[in-house]
């Protein structure tokens, strides 16, 4: 069935060195892919979204590409900073506007 | 501003009572989800609806109903209660061309 993977669970970082957070799926229809953050005690929030393939999307200083030829949608940043410690969800959508099928999520932790 | 608001924020029940999670949303949004919240499981759905008087099952459905009595308002029904049911629970909206908004979440306790 259609399902996002996100490898790692729990990612501590430094201020200013740069992260990446990954994200791979599963579907045989032709993917929409989106990376939610959730910081503590809100609601997810759409960060980027993507369907076109190999076309790096940019948003607040996180950038993404969704690659269909390895089926992955990783996130990265150049340079973390303290706010962007949160929770980071990879979605899968068979279409734009759709049912959204999470991934497990990956808590980042910035440290000073 | 869009928003879709949830309550309670926060519930304590009683294993094999009857627990009630209301959803309102003011976006004149067509579709409604209710996802639930576990540590390292993300967001899974529960039931979903595309339009009022009418609810979908999602992936986890069991142990749970759903009613859309009208456009703006979804609630999520469990019926008896289980400890397995303690998560954070998400309504979110969206439109025929809009991305989701999400509540802020209800978490629910059952004890």
């Known amino acids: 069935g259609d399902s996002v993977t996100q490898t790692e669970g729990l990612v501590t970082l430094t201020k200013g060195l740069p992260v990446m957070l990954n994200c791979t799926y599963q579907?045989?229809?032709?993917?929409?892919l989106f990376w939610y953050v959730q910081h503590l005690n809100e609601a997810p929030k759409l960060l980027l979204k993507?369907?076109?393939?190999?076309k790096r999307t940019e948003h607040q200083g996180f950038y993404a590409t969704l690659h269909k030829s390895s089926s992955s949608f990783h996130l990265q940043k150049s340079s973390v900073q303290l706010s962007d410690s949160a929770l980071y969800f990879c979605?899968?959508?068979?279409?734009?506007?759709?049912?959204?099928?999470f991934g497990s999520g990956t808590k980042l932790t910035v440290e000073p | 501003e869009a928003a879709v608001t949830q309550s309670p924020r926060s519930k304590v029940a009683v294993t094999g009572g009857k627990v009630t999670l209301s959803c309102h949303q003011t976006n004149n949004h067509d579709y409604m989800y209710w996802y639930r919240q576990d540590t390292g499981h993300g967001l899974r759905l529960i039931h979903y609806?595309?339009?009022?008087?009418?609810?979908e099952k999602g992936d986890i459905p069991d142990g749970y109903k759903a009613s859309r009595p009208s456009q703006e308002n979804f609630s999520l029904i469990l019926e008896l209660a289980s400890l397995s049911q303690t998560a954070v629970y998400f309504c979110?909206?969206?439109?025929?061309?809009?991305?989701?908004?999400f509540g802020s979440g209800t978490r629910l306790l059952v004890i």
């Open positions: 609806s595309y339009v009022a008087d009418s609810t």
């Open positions: 579907t045989t229809y032709s993917p929409f």
């Open positions: 979605a899968l959508s068979l279409s734009n506007y759709n049912v959204l099928y």
């Open positions: 993507s369907s076109t393939d190999n």
């Open positions: 979110a909206s969206r439109g025929q061309n809009s991305d989701y908004t």
